[in-house]
């Protein structure tokens, strides 16, 4: 319709509860039709209850990216419904491994962890970088961590450190073949959070989110192939 601006879609992995949630009601707020993708379809449904009635435009969806079908049902469905995707945060993450050394570590769950925080964003990226083509401007954020900085990274947790330093090396690989298209793709570190998987004593959910947000709505001049957190740059 002449004048009326066309609503945004965006989708966010791992979101029934977290960063992944919080991130889901900022960008809804902002008037963003968000995705709530979540493994278990009943508890994406129950985080997104309140906000759903607070009038939110938010469609909880069954989403396990580390399932090829999984991923490409809800694919389906988006380029059924909408035509396009204009944001695609890959927030699902697993394992922060503290009881681990490297030389020590079980690679079956180093393994386990890549599936989720490695190969997960990476499928969802291949599934979705067609319908994101489709949309004015794309935008995808790879969520990711300071943890995963080959400038900082020290002993303990190898199997989140390394998928995510892998994580950082597909957001540099993919933004440089998509130079020039119109897609930004940016890996973001929340910082220490207080989630379930940060534990106590971290910052407020809200501030991580903020960073997430921002590089999800990023202008069309804005950067891309690099790691941020709070709007400034990280060392790689």
């Known amino acids: 319709m002449s004048g009326q601006r066309i609503q945004q879609i965006a989708l966010v992995t791992g979101a029934n509860r977290g960063i992944g949630l919080e991130v889901v009601s900022q960008l809804a707020h902002r008037g963003i039709r968000v995705i ?3 493994r278990d379809l009943r508890k994406g449904e129950l985080a997104a209850q309140p906000l759903i009635e607070a009038g939110l435009a938010i469609l909880p969806r069954q989403l396990d990216v580390t ?3 999984s991923i490409e049902r809800l694919a389906s469905e988006v380029a059924d419904t909408f035509g396009c995707l204009n944001i695609l945060v890959n927030n699902a993450a697993i394992l922060y491994d503290t009881w681990q050394q ?10 386990e962890a890549l599936e989720t925080n490695t190969f997960g964003a990476w499928r969802m990226c291949q599934t979705f970088l067609p319908l994101l083509r489709k ?4 935008r995808i954020v790879n969520v990711s961590s300071e943890a995963g900085s080959l400038a ?7 199997a989140y450190s390394i998928s995510k330093a892998a994580l950082n090396a597909l957001t540099r690989q993919l933004a440089a073949e998509l130079a020039g298209t ?16 940060g534990g106590a004593g971290g910052r407020p959910i809200a501030e991580g989110a903020a960073g997430i947000v921002w590089a999800a709505t990023l202008p069309d ?13 990280l060392s790689w």
């Not at 900082?152 to 190898?158: D, E, I, L, N, R």
């Not at 119109?182 to 998987?197: E, F, R, S, Y």
């Open 182 to 197: 119109g897609i930004l793709v940016n890996a973001i570190c929340p910082g220490w959070v207080a989630t379930d998987m």
């Open 152 to 158: 900082h990274m020290g002993a303990g947790t190898p």
């Open 221 to 233: 001049d804005g950067p891309t192939g690099s790691f941020f957190r709070d709007g400034r740059a």
């Open 135 to 138: 949309s004015r401007a794309g």
């Open 67 to 69: 399932d090829q079908q």
């Open 36 to 38: 709530l993708g979540a």
């Open 102 to 111: 490297t030389s020590t570590a079980d690679l079956a769950l180093v393994h």
